[in-house]
Each structure stands twice: as structure tokens, then as C-alpha cells.
């Protein structure tokens, strides 16, 4: 499974969620979506401008977990 730690990486960055919106330009709800892993996808442009505002790295922002149960 593909977990998303944006909110790791907000806090570290110290940006609000209001602020990271408007920086990627993706509204707030999409954005609320993604932080609270509830997104099924995910647009590469988005997450480049998020590693962008973030100054941060793809792997910082997804990472990958097999399932408990395999």
C-alpha cells in the first residue's frame, strides 16, 4: 500500500494546509484528500509542484508499505 506522509512533511516545513493549497494551486479539499490518505491517485504535475513548494523529494511524500496481510 502507498502511504502519504504530506503531514510529516508540512510539519517539518512548517506550512499549513491553506498555505501548501495555494502554493500548488490545487484546492483545499483535493489537498485534505491526499494528507488524509484518502486519494486514489495522484497527478504527477501535482506532485512535482508539491515537492517543489515542499523542497522535498518524491520518497519524502509517498512511500510504500506491503499489506499486513501478504
Same mark, same amino acid.
Given at each position: 500500500?502507498?502511504?502519504?506522509?504530506?503531514?510529516?512533511?508540512?510539519?517539518?516545513?512548517?506550512? @499549513?494546509?491553506?498555505?501548501? &493549497?495555494?502554493?500548488?494551486?490545487?484546492?483545499?479539499?483535493?489537498? @485534505?484528500?491526499?494528507?488524509?490518505?484518502? &486519494?486514489? &491517485?495522484?497527478?504527477? @504535475?501535482?506532485?512535482?509542484?508539491? %515537492?517543489? &513548494?515542499?523542497? %522535498?523529494?518524491?520518497?519524502?511524500?509517498?512511500?510504500?508499505?506491503?499489506?499486513?496481510?501478504?
Amino acid at each position: 500500500m502507498i502511504i502519504v506522509n504530506l503531514d510529516v512533511m508540512m510539519a517539518k516545513r512548517k506550512i @499549513s494546509l491553506n498555505q501548501l &493549497a495555494e502554493k500548488v494551486g490545487i484546492t483545499l479539499a483535493n489537498l @485534505s484528500i491526499l494528507k488524509n490518505n484518502k &486519494a486514489k &491517485a495522484i497527478r504527477f @504535475s501535482t506532485l512535482e509542484a508539491i %515537492c517543489k &513548494a515542499l523542497n %522535498c523529494r518524491v520518497e519524502d511524500v509517498l512511500e510504500y508499505r506491503e499489506d499486513e496481510e501478504s
